[in-house]
């Protein structure tokens, strides 16, 4: 597979926030890790979120920022809390009773903790593809359709229109184009997972989070999703968790290492995993543990 | 394990005795010293008559039409107010409220469903047709609204059936997954957006399971409707007049001096076992649709 080009695609990271990460993670120099190209705007800037559920801390000050048009990875042991903090980007944990957030997050310039944030206007520029595909029992049609028609767009000839788009960006369009009217929960697992992220393109986002997106799929369909990741980062920002150390490789410019609520560690993909500047994301990714 | 299967068993065989006992008074006698109710008066008679006077020595007729009509009234009333209520219920306690007014609500859900019948009977005929029926509909509006009348005891039997509906209801939106919903607000739905174009369609064959169900206990419902409808059996649609249903003529008779053995004895099987049928087939329907219609998440 083709590696991502780290070279081109960089960051603008303020030299204020890249000196929040510096104390944030003692001793390692960060800078090095940041790539500061003044062309690329960040899509994303995380500024010293603590994130609660309930009474249990789950994320301890982090501070990050995704370039537009990007991918970043979110790697760390199960429970680490990337896909609490992936959750965090698009509010989604605001669905879960008893959750608080400190610090923040703000979209382009936009603070999405804001009070006079519209969250469903948020979650339609912030789309979410999880672990398990979950296809509505609705036809495939449907199912595409679903974000736009919520968002008030009636008319079928459109609606046909984004359906088809949607379809060829998920590469899944020449698979089901003549049975579109056929119930979602009738496709292939793989094809469930394209159809959720066609669907999810359907709403017009501009940043795409992925919570583990091909952990239950066989390798093809994995493969299938990765080439997919990286036609879409063309076009949108990602922010993917991933278990996989080969796929956040492959498929991602930055990689964001958590450990135990923490970011311990956050950079190029390339030079983070060649090297390292933290000795627990050695670890981590060496396989020492996790 | 042999003590459980013969309480099982036993189930069984009450059903199979009650089945027993009304076939053979209605359909068709065992005994040859006695003949059943269907033996006496065709079928198609009981069918398509629409005169039901079994007491009139001189002049009887045995169309089920009248009994019939009353139930199906009441019936449609009580699903009228029951079934929306309780479906709003239920999409309230399983999308919307916080777990602390879920605690609140289903006890107070549980106990309208532990009211005795007789006291719905009595709350429609003290209540309902004074204070709420009359003063709007006859007072108002102009209608005559009768003391007894089928739209009081339609309006208490609706009442009855929320409770069946929103327990039942809930429990199928619930098993609806998290995830679903998650992808629906993750694409930019609204909490009502969430329920009512994923939950809902998703959940919708046991809530059609629920419905039938609760339609089936409003059509077997008995005390109240006894009380609160009325004693005239009427092919007239209208609700403000009494009305009397299939159960409440079985209380009747039955509790009344009928001798053993006469035609009009023998008529509390006939309506008995439409109405065993009329049941049997809204729980066989309702089990179909649940099985036909049930979605399979992974």
């Not at chain 1, 006079?116 to 495939?140: E, H, N, Y």
């Not at chain 1, 290492?257 to 030079?271: A, K, N, S």
């Not at chain 2, 004074?130 to 007072?139: A, V």
């Not at chain 2, 929320?162 to 327990?167: A, E, F, G, T, Y």
Request: aromatic share 10%.
């Amino acid at each position: 597979m083709e590696q991502p080009d780290t070279g081109e695609i960089t960051s603008t990271t303020s030299s204020a926030s890249s000196e929040k990460r510096q104390s944030l993670v003692s001793g390692s120099n960060l800078n090095r890790a940041q790539p500061t190209d003044e062309n690329a705007r960040t899509m994303i800037d995380v500024n010293h979120v603590n994130f609660y559920y309930g009474d249990v801390q789950a994320l301890f000050d982090v501070s990050l920022s995704v370039p537009e048009k990007s991918v970043m990875a979110l790697i760390g042991p199960s429970g680490c809390g990337k896909s609490t903090f992936l959750r965090t980007l698009n509010r989604m944990n605001d669905i879960i009773e008893g959750t608080r957030l400190e610090g923040s997050i703000r979209l382009e310039d936009q603070d999405i903790y804001a009070p006079a944030i519209d969250v469903v206007a948020l979650r339609s520029r912030v789309g979410m593809v999880f672990q398990k595909s979950t296809p509505f029992p609705k036809s495939i049609f449907d199912n595409i359709a679903f974000g736009p028609r919520i968002a008030g767009t009636t008319s079928r000839k459109k609606l046909k229109d984004i359906v088809e788009v949607s379809l060829k960006q998920a590469a899944l369009w020449d698979e089901v184009k003549d049975r579109l009217n056929d119930s979602a929960m009738a496709l292939s697992g793989g094809q469930q997972q394209r159809l959720c992220i066609a669907r999810t393109l359907a709403t017009n986002p501009e940043v795409i989070l992925m919570d583990e997106p091909a952990s239950a799929l066989d390798p093809a369909s994995t493969a299938r999703i990765e080439d997919l990741i990286f036609e879409l980062r063309k076009q949108y920002t990602i922010v993917i968790v991933t278990h996989n150390m080969q796929q956040a490789a492959r498929v991602s410019q930055y990689t964001a290492f958590f450990y135990q609520g923490r970011l311990i560690e956050v950079g190029q993909t390339q030079e983070l995993f060649t090297n390292p500047s933290e000795k627990q994301t050695e670890d981590y990714i060496t396989g020492r543990f996790g | 394990m042999l003590s459980l299967f013969s309480c099982a068993f036993l189930s069984v065989l009450t059903t199979l005795g009650i089945l027993y006992v009304l076939f053979s008074n209605a359909v068709y006698s065992f005994d040859s010293e006695t003949t059943a109710f269907f033996q006496e008066v065709s079928i198609g008679d009981f069918l398509t008559d629409t005169e039901w006077t079994p007491q009139y020595k001189n002049d009887r007729h045995f169309g089920i039409l009248p009994l019939a009509l009353g139930t199906l009234k009441i019936t449609g009333i009580a699903a009228l107010i029951g079934l929306p209520i309780g479906l709003a219920g239920a999409i309230y306690l399983s999308e919307y409220a916080s777990p602390r007014m879920r605690n609140a609500i289903k006890p107070t859900l549980e106990v309208l469903a532990g009211i005795p019948t007789v006291v719905y009977g009595y709350f429609a005929l003290i209540f309902v047709t004074p204070y709420l029926l009359q003063p709007f509909f006859s007072d108002l509006l102009g209608f005559e609204v009768k003391i007894f009348n089928a739209a009081s005891a339609g309006i208490v039997v609706g009442i009855m059936i929320i409770p069946m509906v929103s327990s039942l209801s809930e429990d199928v939106l619930r098993s609806v997954p998290r995830s679903l919903r998650e992808a629906g607000f993750a694409l930019g739905g609204t909490r009502f957006d969430v329920s009512t174009k994923i939950v809902l369609p998703a959940a919708l064959s046991g809530i059609i399971a629920s419905f039938l169900l609760a339609i089936s206990r409003a059509i077997g419902e008995t005390m109240a409707v006894t009380i609160a409808a009325g004693l005239l059996t009427t092919t007239s649609l209208n609700p403000f007049e009494s009305s009397q249903t299939m159960t409440a003529y079985i209380v009747n008779v039955s509790s009344g001096d009928t001798p053993v053995g006469s035609i009009e004895y023998k008529s509390l099987y006939a309506v008995a076992i439409t109405l065993f049928f009329a049941t049997l087939a809204m729980n066989i329907l309702s089990q179909w649709v649940l099985k036909r219609f049930r979605e399979v998440y992974q």
